[in-house]
């Protein structure tokens, strides 16, 4: 996750190419060289698309901008009058850089080695969109969803249909799996997960499985606890990420069983590195890699993470024998 | 949860009288006051002490400050050589306005009417202090953790020794119940959960029981996820709160053999009111309200929650009939 990054000198040479963080985005020779970085330099066996969950937002019109050592910001969408300002008809042409990104990795990269595209999921980019960037609460967001669900289903609606798209887009231009980041997902009771995460996840997973079958779909509904299971039951991805919280044990006796695991070392186990990053690795790899499984951190990568403990990880999980 | 505060009006009034925070914490007469309120004008079954899980780090020195708008300010302690700054000793005499807050609650409340004290659980407390305030990921307070467990633990031994201590005498002052806050239990991995949140939870529930065997402590490690049950099992506690993203048919089928639930409607669907806050509710009390359980939100009230609101579910769970 957030493979590529402010810790490696080389990512921070090209950052500083470029005016901004969404301009790396779509320059596709320069985030096609970001995202190639982390594998030349460690060896990992797959790569991940260097993008964010925000470009679909910025296609439908949204104002995306980000402004360093801030947040994201973004005109906030707040109720169904500003849906209207939205549109989905322009997101393909706006997002074709990134298409040109994948293509280009998918040229230079070791045909062994996989190249995993993803997207926000929906709830988590609506509440971008409507608190107009980050956010502890989701004061409103949740007052739309919950006070006015039917329009506000009218937004998820529409990035669910912008999502499947582009994730299409992407795997016809190369790219071997999806993931799906629902980062916020863990903000919600059951019944609204039921309706802002499970639900719009299925209408994806199925949208992109209709036209590519045999594609694997990784879904990571954030800080879900005990509604993991549930979202992989009912979304039916091939693969669910899962956060820090998440004991590997529990995930390979519920989860594990339905398909593969991805995840789970605290990105500060790997700042920490030493003792501590090899215990909680080797319990990871213990619990969960008996079965089909992923090794990944629970979350983004950090930007004061040392290389050499990046690069003692990579080893110790390549040498790990099940 | 946060029962008193600035939804109220009448909270607002009394704020406006002193110069900050942590002044209306330590103005017993006041912040008796403030306690009360929220009984009188809705008639909960339950008042929950008025104060701050800051105050145990104020009295240790750690230069807590509350500034308008921002969050809470800490003298950060980054390690070992900090440690000896801070003064345990001091604790008892700076909390004691707190004892005074309990005694005078306690004398104008309805016998009848439980008054519930609490503290913040160690790994929230040490966060605050290490970092300094609040914090997204924690990173100066897990680099020691997890860098030097050693001497991190001296600070949460600190830490466990002042909140029994703190705990005792809100007992003996008045209180019935006990509540530990662990606002930020969720992000840590497994093992790293059971040494920073369980351990020092029962070490806090061993001390408390000793001195008062039938005194009630109510833990809270919101954000668990899947570790809820190893943490009601492994720490004692009567109760367990839960938050908002717990699924209470999850919990009443886990965690409630175990004990008393309490839990878990997520304060913005109070802020929502109607339907939605209405379905949410039931949809709690069906699923926990047969057994032992304690409605409470999943995590604070906020500001902009409607009085209308609060009355109409205090009025629905009175009305309730399992």
Redesign the interface.
């Known amino acids: 996750m957030r493979q590529a990054g402010r810790y490696l000198p080389e990512y921070r040479e090209i950052r500083a190419k470029v005016p901004d963080f969404l301009a790396l985005c779509y320059t596709p020779e320069l985030a096609a060289r970001v995202t190639l970085q982390p594998i030349e330099r460690f060896g990992m066996d797959a790569a991940i698309l260097f993008s964010d969950i925000l470009v679909v937002p910025h296609g439908l019109g949204a104002g995306v901008r980000f402004v360093e050592g801030e947040g994201p910001q973004l005109d906030p969408v707040r109720g169904a009058k500003d849906l209207s300002r939205l549109k989905p008809e322009a997101v393909a042409a706006v997002v074709a850089p990134v298409m040109e990104t994948v293509r280009l990795v998918r040229q230079q990269l070791d045909p062994k080695i996989a190249l995993i595209g993803f997207a926000g999921a929906p709830w988590t980019v609506a509440t971008y969109m409507v608190e107009g960037g980050s956010s502890r609460?989701?004061?409103a967001t949740?007052?739309w969803a919950?006070?006015d669900?039917q329009s506000f289903s009218r937004l998820i609606d529409m990035l669910v249909e912008a999502t499947i798209s582009y994730l299409d887009h992407q795997i016809a231009a190369g790219a071997g799996a999806v993931q799906l980041f629902d980062t916020w997902a863990?903000?919600?009771?059951?019944?609204?997960?039921e309706r802002w995460v499970i639900d719009p996840a299925r209408r994806i997973v199925d949208g992109v499985r209709r036209r590519h079958p045999s594609v694997p779909v990784i879904g990571f509904p954030r800080?879900?606890?005990?509604?993991?299971r549930?979202y992989v039951e009912k979304t039916g991805v091939n693969c669910v990420g899962i956060d820090?919280?998440?004991?590997?044990?529990?995930a390979a006796e519920?989860l594990q069983p339905m398909g593969t695991v991805q995840g789970?070392?605290?990105?500060?186990?790997l700042?920490?590195?030493?003792a501590?990053?090899r215990?909680?690795a080797e319990?990871i790899l213990i619990a969960l890699g008996k079965g089909p499984f992923v090794f990944n951190l629970?979350h983004g990568i950090?930007p004061?993470t040392a290389l050499a403990h990046v690069a003692e990880l990579s080893a110790l999980i390549k040498n790990w024998r099940a």
Chains 1, 2 share one sequence.
């Open positions: 609460d989701f004061a949740k007052a919950y006070g669900p863990g903000a919600l009771s059951p019944d609204q997960f800080g879900a606890g005990s509604l993991y549930r820090t919280a998440v004991d590997p044990a529990w519920t789970n070392l605290d990105p500060m186990a700042v920490a590195g030493g501590t990053m215990a909680e319990r629970g950090v004061q």
